[in-house]
């Protein structure tokens, strides 16, 4: 199958050069392995059952025995054999090289135990399934990155339908899928979900124990997407009658589905304001794609047309994925505003010199207005001697068409969107 190029293959080409490896995280089946396939000359699969003996005697040895080929190696899946970070960070101090290695890992680094942090010798990237841009599905021509620089965009017109955004939520945006025809990126999706429940979970009393409470989990999770649902009541939905499952264990499950990419919380945004409502902490409870709160539900298109009001929440996160995909290209990060009277913000989209950019999520063109009124109300609010003026207000949509109002505004449909 074609290789389609992902927005990371430039992040990862550049720090190749500045680090002597590159580590990329992310949830799995997101396209690690087939990007690092790409910028690697050789490749040991550690997850390969069939090397499994002879890569246990390996590490146990020494792992820089598994370092014989032609540079960038890749390691794929190292954290199953944590010697590996430690002995990777050894050769490239002791032969002060660049683009020695690749590392993938399906579950976050900062739980395996290792002598050394890499800090400085291993750079870090986070990966996660495709943006629509990147799957193709339309011909983008509003750049975040311009945004920031010049907020105003040129008519254009977008392909994409309710119809299609529905199919691409449906879908998500794992490689895999890409091409499957609805029925098919469904099951796909669906296996998908069958697999996280299955995840070890450190101190679980059994696999079927684990299993269980991973579902009631993710379904909680899915049920409340995008909202900033207590974890004292997502504890007694996943609870139900099982007392001996304790506000700390329902945590550490939370916190197992964090490590391994799946659940990819938006954070508060948290600048001065002026009023006297408080601005919210809690994390807006969230996944890393939105195909995985489908699979969960075991929803289709025909479902979504049927509940427009849930649809509304994962397109919302659609766009989230997307907006962090493209932030990171840009070395920012995506948060929410929201306040005690009741005023929500879907996307601030914060850079590290401070420039900020705010994105009001909207499927159809009826509660546009709505939106133009949400993004004035919060800057309202703002105290912007201590905070910076906002680089863009824009309004993302699903509809087609994409234009600067009168007030400044962009309104741009998610497909016309990219990096």
Same mark, same amino acid.
């Given at each position: 199958?074609?290789?389609?190029?992902?927005?990371?293959?430039? $992040?990862?080409?550049?720090?190749?050069?500045?680090?002597?490896?590159?580590?990329?995280?992310?949830?799995?089946?997101?396209?690690?392995?087939?990007?690092?396939?790409?910028?690697?000359?050789?490749?040991?699969?550690?997850?390969?059952?069939?090397?499994?003996?002879?890569?246990?005697?390996?590490?146990?040895?020494?792992?820089?025995?598994?370092?014989?080929?032609?540079?960038?190696?890749?390691?794929?899946?190292?954290?199953?054999?944590?010697?590996?970070?430690?002995?990777?960070?050894?050769?490239?101090?002791?032969?002060?090289?660049?683009?020695?290695?690749?590392?993938?890992?399906?579950?976050?680094? $900062?739980?395996?135990?290792?002598?050394?942090?890499?800090?400085?010798?291993?750079?870090?990237?986070?990966?996660?399934?495709?943006?629509?841009?990147?799957?193709?599905?339309?011909?983008?021509?509003?750049?975040?990155?311009?945004?920031?620089?010049?907020?105003?965009?040129?008519?254009?017109?977008?392909?994409?339908?309710?119809?299609?955004?529905?199919?691409?939520?449906?879908?998500?945006?794992?490689?895999?899928?890409?091409?499957?025809?609805?029925?098919?990126?469904?099951?796909?999706?669906?296996?998908?979900?069958?697999?996280?429940?299955?995840?070890?979970?450190?101190?679980?009393?059994?696999?079927?124990?684990?299993?269980?409470?991973?579902?009631?989990?993710? $379904?909680?999770?899915?049920?409340?997407?995008?909202?900033?649902?207590?974890?004292?009541?997502?504890?007694?939905?996943?609870?139900?009658?099982?007392?001996?499952?304790?506000?700390?264990?329902?945590?550490? %499950?939370?916190?197992?589905?964090?490590? %391994?990419?799946?659940?990819?919380?938006?954070?508060?945004?948290?600048?001065?304001?002026?009023?006297?409502?408080?601005?919210?902490?809690?994390?807006?409870?969230?996944?890393?794609?939105?195909?995985?709160?489908?699979?969960?539900?075991?929803?289709?298109?025909?479902?979504?047309?049927?509940?427009?009001?849930?649809?509304?929440?994962?397109?919302?996160?659609?766009?989230?994925?997307?907006?962090?995909?493209?932030?990171?290209?840009?070395?920012?990060?995506?948060? %929410?505003?929201?306040?005690?009277?009741?005023?929500?913000?879907?996307?601030?989209?914060?850079?590290?010199?401070?420039?900020?950019?705010?994105?009001?999520?909207?499927?159809?063109?009826?509660?546009?207005?709505?939106?133009?009124?949400?993004?004035?109300?919060?800057?309202?609010?703002?105290?912007?001697?201590?905070?910076?003026?906002?680089?863009?207000?824009?309004?993302?949509?699903?509809?087609?068409?994409? %234009?600067?109002?009168?007030?400044?505004?962009?309104?741009?449909?998610?497909?016309?969107?990219?990096?």
């Amino acid at each position: 199958m074609e290789y389609m190029k992902r927005i990371a293959d430039e $992040r990862l080409s550049r720090s190749l050069k500045i680090f002597g490896a590159v580590l990329i995280e992310g949830p799995k089946y997101c396209g690690k392995t087939r990007t690092c396939q790409e910028h690697s000359k050789t490749q040991i699969y550690l997850q390969n059952p069939a090397d499994k003996d002879r890569f246990d005697a390996i590490v146990a040895q020494d792992p820089r025995l598994l370092f014989r080929g032609e540079p960038p190696i890749l390691l794929d899946e190292w954290q199953d054999y944590p010697r590996i970070w430690d002995a990777v960070r050894f050769d490239v101090d002791q032969r002060e090289i660049k683009g020695g290695f690749l590392l993938t890992g399906s579950s976050s680094s $900062r739980n395996v135990t290792t002598m050394h942090s890499g800090a400085g010798r291993i750079g870090r990237l986070m990966m996660r399934p495709m943006s629509v841009f990147e799957s193709r599905y339309a011909s983008p021509s509003v750049s975040l990155r311009e945004l920031f620089a010049t907020p105003t965009v040129e008519p254009a017109r977008c392909v994409l339908t309710l119809d299609d955004y529905m199919e691409i939520v449906c879908r998500g945006g794992f490689p895999a899928s890409r091409y499957l025809n609805h029925e098919d990126s469904l099951i796909a999706t669906r296996d998908y979900v069958t697999e996280l429940n299955r995840l070890r979970i450190a101190g679980a009393k059994s696999m079927r124990t684990a299993s269980t409470v991973n579902a009631r989990l993710l $379904r909680s999770i899915a049920r409340n997407l995008l909202t900033t649902y207590p974890f004292d009541k997502m504890h007694d939905e996943v609870v139900g009658n099982d007392s001996e499952l304790s506000r700390r264990t329902i945590y550490n %499950y939370y916190e197992k589905l964090k490590n %391994y990419f799946i659940v990819d919380d938006v954070e508060a945004w948290n600048p001065h304001i002026r009023s006297r409502a408080r601005t919210r902490k809690t994390p807006k409870r969230n996944f890393v794609d939105p195909a995985i709160a489908v699979g969960i539900l075991n929803l289709d298109k025909e479902a979504l047309l049927s509940d427009l009001r849930y649809y509304g929440f994962l397109f919302e996160s659609l766009c989230i994925r997307d907006l962090r995909i493209f932030a990171d290209e840009l070395g920012g990060e995506v948060l %929410y505003f929201g306040d005690n009277s009741g005023l929500d913000v879907d996307a601030i989209i914060q850079l590290k010199d401070g420039r900020w950019g705010a994105a009001q999520v909207k499927v159809g063109s009826g509660r546009i207005e709505e939106a133009a009124n949400e993004l004035d109300r919060m800057v309202a609010k703002l105290d912007l001697s201590f905070t910076q003026h906002p680089s863009f207000l824009m309004i993302l949509t699903g509809t087609q068409d994409a %234009y600067t109002r009168a007030d400044g505004k962009v309104v741009v449909p998610l497909g016309l969107l990219m990096p």
